[in-house]
């Protein structure tokens, strides 16, 4: 067995899975744009979320018709729900919190942090 799997998710959606349960999701593109929307073989149609500032091609899973909606580095639910902490561009993170924030998922999960249902006092 391999330490490190790295799954396809879609043409442009690739993920790195590690055997202590993190994973790492990124994007094909290179325009920081591509894959924004695009839907996903999972989750009865999940929705990548272009989510720009951690890094330039953060992205979130919103799986809507479960309420779900993973939001990766962009968000953090350890000691409350705050921004992360490091960020290439903390304006653009803070614009990528308020849409994620938006859509009131009754599930967060997060990239640090446990699950929470829904964002609590910020949805």
Do not use: K
Not at 9 to 36: K, T
Not at 47 to 63: E, M, Q, Y
């Amino acid at each position: 067995m391999d330490l490190i799997d790295l799954v396809e998710i879609s043409s442009r959606l690739h993920m790195l899975r590690f055997p202590i349960g993190q994973a790492y999701l990124w994007r094909d593109g290179g325009n920081g744009r591509g894959g924004r929307g695009d839907e996903l073989d999972f989750g009865d149609g999940a929705r990548v979320v272009h989510a720009p500032g951690h890094t330039d091609g953060s992205i979130a899973v919103h799986l809507s018709r479960h309420g779900v909606l993973f939001v990766g580095d962009t968000i953090a639910s350890v000691g409350g729900i705050a921004l992360g902490v490091f960020n290439v561009d903390r304006e653009r993170a803070q614009e990528s919190m308020r849409r994620l924030v938006a859509p009131a998922p009754s599930t967060v999960c997060y990239g640090h942090g446990d699950p929470t249902p829904g964002f609590g006092d910020l949805g």
